[in-house]
Nanobody, 118 residues
Framework: QVQLVESGGGLVQPGGSLRLSCAASGSISSFVAMGWYRRAPGKPREFVASLSRSGDTDYADSVKGRFRIARDNDKNTVYLQMNSLKPGGTAVYYC????????????WGQGTQVTVSS
């Protein structure tokens, strides 16, 4: 069992940047993929970004060119660099881990709040 703990959220002005971190309690080097999702107030959870073990990335259209996902297997940590944040980016951001294809998003963190507001 791997636990995921997100951090780095907070209040940021529109146009600002934040870097979220997701620290795993165990090794994630063998995980098929790691991902980030978000849930805005009154909306369902939505996909934000993913990074496969081979290094392939995928991003939601709404964040392409502004967000970047990265992983440091030595530190068992996944990052989400968020630039040019918009008010629509206000949400709770969740980290997910896929240990194998048969268990997509098997692990979830508790989430970290990001508020984009002036």
């Amino acid at each position: 069992q791997v636990q995921l703990v997100e951090s780095g959220g907070g209040l940021v002005q529109p146009g600002g940047s934040l870097r979220l971190s997701c620290a795993a309690s165990g090794s994630i080097s063998s995980f098929v993929a790691m991902g980030w999702y978000r849930r805005a107030p009154g909306k369902p959870r939505e996909f934000v970004a993913s990074l496969s073990r081979s290094g392939d990335t995928d991003y939601a259209d709404s964040v392409k060119g502004r967000f970047r996902i990265a992983r440091d297997n030595d530190k068992n940590t996944v990052y989400l660099q968020m630039n040019s944040l918009k008010p629509g980016g206000t949400a709770v951001y969740y980290c997910s881990g896929t240990p194998m294809r048969a268990r997509p998003d098997a692990y979830w963190g508790q989430g970290t709040q990001v508020t984009v507001s002036s």
